[in-house]
């Protein structure tokens, strides 16, 4: 899916603006180059997945500015399942939470291409899925709970879930 990325860099900067000297406010770094990303990158790429998640299931993200953030909780309309968290990467290999901060029920999994301006879905699992995962200090000092994409269930079981239209998916089907 194309998402509006100057609209989400906007909401993004504004965010940074406001959690900057936040304990829980970091740039990220790469390991490869040692460089920082802009400092109102790690705001983006959480943006990036709730904006592609919106788009998937026909809900809104809450764009207000919260001095204190979400508490982890980005969609609270779904009552069949409860709280649901997003997380992004550019490289979603794992869904990442860190260790306490397991807030939600759902945690789901989304995929960006910043260059073609595009996101997509990889998994989703429950709050019980992530916390039997033993915490690692991975990636850096960061430690998280890691569940690897492909113990994720896929989007449109959680679609399924909730009653919202789906597209037929053969791989689906085929548990691939």
């Keep these: 899916m194309n998402l509006d990325f ?3 860099e906007k ?3 504004e965010r940074h603006n406001l959690h900057e000297g936040q304990s829980s406010h970091r740039p990220l770094l790469s390991k490869k180059t040692g460089l920082t990303a802009s400092p109102w990158y790690y705001e983006f790429v959480g943006l990036v997945g709730e904006f592609a998640f919106a788009e998937d299931f026909g809900v809104e993200v809450d764009q207000s500015l919260k001095v204190d ?3 982890g ?3 609270l ?3 069949k399942v409860g709280k649901i968290d997003i997380k992004a990467a550019q490289i979603p290999n794992n869904l990442l939470v860190e260790e306490g901060h397991v807030r ?3 945690f789901v999994l989304y995929g960006f291409d910043i260059n073609k301006e595009t996101a997509w879905s990889v998994g989703w699992t429950y709050k019980e899925e992530v916390l039997a995962k033993t915490p690692q ?3 850096q000092k960061v430690v998280n709970h890691i569940v690897p994409k492909f113990e994720l269930n896929h989007i449109n079981k959680l679609k399924q879930m909730l009653g919202i239209e789906c597209e037929y998916d053969i791989f689906q089907e085929l548990g691939l």
Aim: proline share 10%.
């Design 6 to 8: 100057k609209k989400i």
């Design 11 to 13: 909401i993004a900067k």
């Design 69 to 71: 953030g979400d508490g």
């Design 73 to 75: 909780k980005d969609f």
């Design 77 to 79: 309309q779904f009552p």
């Design 104 to 106: 939600a029920d759902v």
């Design 137 to 139: 200090a991975w990636p």
